[in-house]
T-cell receptor, first 112, second 116 residues
Framework: DVKVTQSSRYLVKRTGEKVFLECVQD?????MFWYRQDPGLGLRLIYFSYDVKMKEKGDIPEGYSVSREKKERFSLILESASTNQTSMYLC???????????FGPGTRLTVT | AQKVTQAQTEISVVEKEDVTLDCVYE???????LFWYKQPPSGELVFLIRRNSFDEQNEISGRYSWNFQKSTSSFNFTITASQVVDSAVYFCALSEPSGSARQLTFGSGTQLTVLP
């Protein structure tokens, strides 16, 4: 079975803090993704990576950066957290066509 | 640009009723893939099914069935004899091989509540 783990289920941070969300997959797959999920908006893609050290912007990259130093690990970084980044963050992984993705359990981040 | 619309924000049914979740998509490509995911209260999205644009055959898996109609750009999901455990948010998603093929475009989701 595909296994995607995220470092925290719940996280509370203060405005201005640097926040790291980590995601690990055990399938040796190429593609990894970070989404945020907000009520009524569905899932929106922040960044994705199709190889080590490679990254591409998704639909809402502003305020975020990512790091992929190893194939199995994809980190999302909030350089200076703001209250409008309070959300559910979902990591996913996948490989090749037809591109279905498998998701981790999510991290609910609250920025106060 | 691709787009996925799930017009039903919330649906509530009583256990054992049948329920259909609607999904309408927009794409310019002739080759594409459609997906359904389930998100139970625990939060993790669970992959349910994938269809490609060349296969319009409907699919049934237990109490779940999917109706793909290219003529109306719809990919609807029916749960027969619903159960309380079916309560979840259901997302429809679209992927196109052209452009940034690795991306999925998700609909806004339908919250299904099955009452005992």
């Amino acid at each position: 079975d595909v296994k995607v783990t995220q470092s925290s289920r719940y996280l509370v941070k203060r405005t201005g803090e640097k926040v790291f969300l980590e995601c690990v997959q055990d399938m040796d797959h190429e593609n990894m993704f970070w989404y945020r999920q907000d009520p009524g908006l569905g899932l929106r893609l922040i960044y994705f990576s199709y190889d080590v050290k490679m990254k591409e912007k998704g639909d809402i990259p502003e305020g975020y950066s990512v790091s992929r130093e190893k194939k199995e690990r994809f980190s999302l970084i909030l350089e200076s957290a703001s209250t409008n980044q309070t959300s559910m963050y979902l990591c996913a992984e996948g490989q090749g066509a037809p591109y279905e993705q498998y998701f981790g359990p999510g991290t609910r981040l609250t920025v106060t | 640009a691709q787009k996925v619309t799930q017009a039903q924000t919330e649906i509530s049914v009583v256990e054992k009723e049948d329920v259909t979740l609607d999904c309408v998509y927009e794409t310019r490509d002739t080759t594409y893939y459609l997906f359904w995911y389930k998100q139970p209260p625990s939060g993790e999205l669970v992959f349910l099914i994938r269809r490609n644009s060349f296969d319009e055959q409907n699919e049934i898996s237990g109490r779940y069935s999917w109706n793909f109609q290219k003529s109306t750009s719809s990919f609807n999901f029916t749960i027969t004899a619903s159960q309380v455990v079916d309560s979840a948010v259901y997302f429809c998603a679209l992927s196109e091989p052209s452009g940034s093929a690795r991306q999925l475009t998700f609909g806004s989701g339908t919250q299904l509540t099955v009452l005992p």
